[in-house]
Nanobody, 120 residues
Framework: QVQLVESGGGLVQPGGSLRLSCAASGSIFRIDDMGWYRQAPGKERELVAA???????VYADAVKGRFTVSRDNAKNTVYLQMNSLKPEDTAVYYCNADITSTTIFLHGHWGQGTQVTVSS
């Protein structure tokens, strides 16, 4: 069974930083696009940042210049470095990935989410 497990969330003051990690485990053959989404209370889930296997990145306008997405293909892990955090960044952050396992292709596979709260 393939799993995505996020970590690194928590409570941080405005202007602070957090680094999220998402590790994929299981019988994985290949991981293509990986990304981070977030969902605030009462709002729809939205794309924060994504990265291709080759390292091409895209960001939501709201986080450009503050967040950086990266990945370690050898570790099947994607990261999200979040700097200059604002209260409006408060949300549950979800990892998403296109994973080819030894038996099945999982398009848009989700992790369980990690809470990020930005508050003084």
């Amino acid at each position: 069974q393939v799993q995505l497990v996020e970590s690194g969330g928590g409570l941080v003051q405005p202007g602070g930083s957090l680094r999220l990690s998402c590790a994929a485990s299981g019988s994985i053959f290949r991981i293509d696009d990986m990304g981070w989404y977030r969902q605030a209370p009462g709002k729809e889930r939205e794309l924060v940042a994504a990265i291709t296997r080759g390292g091409i990145t895209v960001y939501a306008d709201a986080v450009k210049g503050r967040f950086t997405v990266s990945r370690d293909n050898a570790k099947n892990t994607v990261y999200l470095q979040m700097n200059s955090l604002k209260p409006e960044d408060t949300a549950v952050y979800y990892c998403n990935a296109d994973i080819t396992s030894t038996t099945i292709f999982l398009h848009g596979h989700w992790g369980q989410g990690t809470q990020v709260t930005v508050s003084s």
